[in-house]
């Protein structure tokens, strides 16, 4: 049974934090990258950070780099997404996304435009005064 459980979202003022969980089952994180994205009404989803398998190596969108840190914990079968010095234009439904052997071999440069083979249910992510 392949899964994927977000979980970490709610509500944050500017500058605040928040560290957002994609629990993975059915699969390991020794084959599979993962992904976050996400999306706001009206706009198209974006792609936010991603860490690849099995290395481990991190890539970042421009507009969170430095703010975002994504990491994964391989016992738990966990990628975390902490998110510093939170705007109110980083609000949006958070998604993460898993891409068997993704990697520099199979594309991972270009992480935020290749399809994904499971994808979680979001979880809302809102920065607002």
């Known amino acids: 049974q392949v899964q994927l459980v977000e979980s970490g979202g709610g509500l944050v003022q500017p500058g605040g934090s928040l560290r957002l969980s994609c629990a993975a089952s059915g699969f390991t994180l020794h084959y599979y990258g993962i992904a976050w994205f996400r999306q706001a009404p009206g706009k198209e989803r974006e792609g936010v950070s991603c860490?690849?398998?099995?290395?481990?190596?991190?890539y970042y969108a421009p507009s969170v780099k430095g703010r975002f840190t994504i990491s994964r914990d391989i016992a738990k079968n966990t990628v975390y997404l902490q998110m510093d010095s939170l705007k109110p234009e980083d609000t949006a439904v958070y998604y993460c996304?898993?891409?068997?052997?993704?990697?520099?071999?199979?594309?991972?440069?270009?992480?935020?435009?290749?399809?994904?083979?499971?994808w979680g249910q979001g979880t809302q992510v809102t920065v607002s005064s």
């Open positions: 860490i690849s398998s099995p290395d481990g190596n991190t």
């Open positions: 996304g898993a891409r068997w052997q993704l990697n520099r071999g199979f594309g991972v440069r270009d992480w935020y435009s290749l399809d994904y083979d499971y």
